[in-house]
């Protein structure tokens, strides 16, 4: 009806408009001065003049309210749903890129109808996007919430531990977000440091995000009721939960194929994301709302990044109310259990909605939680034992080195499959010698530094080298015939190097055979050397 006398209101005016300005179109002196009509015309002058003022006072009133109501529609579609829509309907933030890369689209559901403090504050959607370069398109994104800790801090490990086994077309095809969950911006900043000097290469490739919220994100905790027996402390630390996994959940919902949820104090087993790829795709035909790489919590639960908004909205329906992973678990009853069968019916219709991989990818290390004075001895016994190091067949070799091995992780050891390698921290010159009884044919090579569990004790800065038996294996260093290899000392040719602890390649069948093969440190190191793997492939 409000729109209907707007209308009814512009057309008076117009008419109005319309009848004054033909009035005002005939002449003056188009009446004879002796005509008896002429004061009456003379009055009805004035009063339309004072018609015209009025009406366009209205007019531009009603332009006024007008463009009101259009801002008001807008603000209605941001913040709450129309009557022909549901509660699933998605609104849209701007997130401007660090580096000038363009706005992201940051779609969430009615999360005002959740937190309605959120209205409040026009920015208190807009991640805070610390390092990013905008990737998309991956089939994998790792969601890895972490928040400030009262005593040890795990997420570089964690981190470390997930990057550890990843070859250069997993690194290509995979999104590890790391989300701080504070408001801090000191302690926000300084995480983001923290990781750019740890892993510059994953920061600079878009392979790890750094983001975090608005500080107008939480709501005021204060007034939660406290449910289950749990202490007021311990409400707010899982509401904050729910609220930072949906956080996530959200920023990430458009960046790949498939979203895994995991925490920061865990450790990934060698080659997981290889076996998560595998698993996945023999389950893509399949219903499932979530697969599971561990059994503990909420580590590990891959989901289809176009269930997100489902998820996250029937999180922030209940965040103040359960847990995350009873929550997770009550989407599932939702989803498929009748009330009116019993309990053994709905947890068989439950288990077709998700897929369980064993044995187990990830595993809880942290002993102390995210929970200020709680410590938790939390540990996943499909986990298995960490493979340490990768045993190969390699040729009979005398091995000879300058490096001092800890406790009973030798060299030799090592090199029959027996064990890992650990030597003492390596200075300028040090090397490893593997010199053959015979000169043989050695088609490739493979040295492996770190492991899953100490994969900071990696070889830098260090190169691989071969003895040719063949004098004429020279002729390969004469200039301009080839920049592929250089000349060390004592005959030998330098064919490679480590690069983020791996050193990997073929020889080349010039330089065969070969009598001794041997790696050489060129600066002093700052930590201990292990190698987990040793392939000699002839």
């Known amino acids: 009806m409000r729109f209907y006398s707007l209308r009814f209101g512009c057309l008076l005016a117009l008419a109005c408009f319309v009848s004054v300005t033909w009035i005002k179109s005939i002449p003056r002196d188009g009446v004879s001065p002796g005509s008896a009509v002429q004061p009456e015309l003379q009055t009805l002058y004035e009063r339309l003049l004072v018609a015209e003022e009025l009406g366009g006072q209205v007019s531009r009133d009603l332009s006024s309210i007008l463009e009101q109501l259009k801002n008001i529609s807008k603000a209605g579609n941001i913040t709450r749903p129309s009557s022909n829509t549901t509660a699933t309907t998605i609104s849209t933030e701007a997130v401007r890129q660090p580096g000038g890369s363009g706005l992201q689209t940051f779609l969430q559901p009615n999360i005002y109808l959740y937190m309605p403090h959120l209205r409040q504050h026009p920015d208190s959607l807009r991640p805070n996007v610390v390092i990013g370069q905008g990737r998309r398109g991956v089939s994998m994104v790792m969601g890895i919430p972490t928040v400030k800790r009262d005593k040890q801090n795990y997420l570089v490990s964690t981190l470390s531990s997930l990057l550890y086994s990843l070859t250069s077309a997993q690194r290509q095809d995979l999104l590890i977000i790391v989300f701080v969950a504070e408001t801090d911006p000191d302690y926000v900043g300084s995480i983001g440091e923290t990781i750019r000097k740890n892993f510059p290469k994953e920061v600079q490739s878009g392979l790890m995000e750094v983001v975090s919220p608005s500080q107008y994100y939480y709501p005021d905790?204060?007034?939660?009721r406290e449910t289950f027996g749990d202490s007021k402390d311990r409400v707010k630390w899982r509401t904050k939960q729910n609220l930072d996994f949906s956080f996530l959940m959200l920023y990430a919902q458009d960046k790949g194929t498939y979203y895994v949820q995991l925490e920061d104090d865990i450790v990934a087993k060698?080659?997981?994301?290889?076996?998560?790829?595998?698993?996945?795709?023999?389950?893509a035909s399949k219903e499932w709302l979530f697969l599971e790489f561990s059994q503990l919590g909420f580590i590990g639960k891959m989901f289809r990044t176009r269930d997100l908004p489902m998820i996250t909205e029937f999180?922030?329906?209940?965040?103040?109310?359960?847990?995350?992973?009873?929550?997770?678990?009550h989407i599932l009853w939702v989803k498929v259990c009748?009330?009116?069968?019993?309990?053994?019916?709905?947890?068989?219709?439950?288990?077709?909605?998700?897929?369980?991989?064993?044995?187990?990818?990830?595993?809880?290390?942290?002993?102390h939680s995210s929970l200020p004075g709680k410590v938790q001895h939390l540990?996943?016994?499909?986990?298995?034992?960490?493979?340490?190091?990768?045993?190969?067949?390699?040729?009979?070799?005398?091995?000879?080195?300058?490096?001092?091995?800890?406790?009973?992780?030798?060299?030799?050891?090592?090199?029959?499959?027996?064990?890992?390698?650990w030597a003492l921290t390596?200075?300028?010159?040090?090397?490893?010698?593997?010199?053959f009884p015979q000169p043989i044919h050695i088609s490739g090579y493979l040295f492996r530094s770190g492991n899953i569990e100490t994969s900071g004790d990696k070889f830098y800065n260090t190169t691989v080298e071969v003895l040719p038996s063949k004098a004429s294996a020279q002729d390969k260093l004469v200039p301009g015939l080839s920049s592929t290899y250089k000349e060390s000392d004592k005959g030998f040719i330098i064919i490679g190097a480590f690069e983020d602890g791996v050193a990997e390649g073929v020889i080349d069948e010039a330089l065969q055979p070969i009598s001794a093969l041997r790696?050489?440190?060129?600066?002093?190191?700052?930590?201990w050397a292990l190698l987990s793997e040793i392939f000699i492939e002839v």
């Open 338 to 367: 009748n009330p009116e069968k019993d309990t053994k019916d709905c947890n068989k219709q439950k288990a077709l909605l998700k897929q369980r991989y064993k044995p187990s990818l990830f595993q809880h290390v942290g002993l």
């Open 519 to 527: 790696l050489v440190v060129h600066s002093d190191a700052d930590v």
């Open 221 to 224: 905790f204060t007034s939660l």
């Open 270 to 283: 060698a080659g997981y994301y290889n076996d998560m790829k595998t698993f996945t795709t023999q389950e």
């Open 315 to 329: 999180f922030l329906m209940f965040h103040r109310d359960k847990p995350i992973d009873w929550l997770l678990d």
């Open 426 to 435: 390596p200075f300028k010159n040090d090397f490893i010698l593997f010199s």
């Open 379 to 421: 540990k996943d016994k499909d986990f298995g034992k960490q493979a340490l190091h990768q045993a190969h067949n390699n040729p009979a070799a005398e091995l000879s080195s300058s490096l001092k091995h800890y406790q009973q992780h030798s060299l030799n050891r090592a090199y029959r499959g027996e064990d890992f390698f």
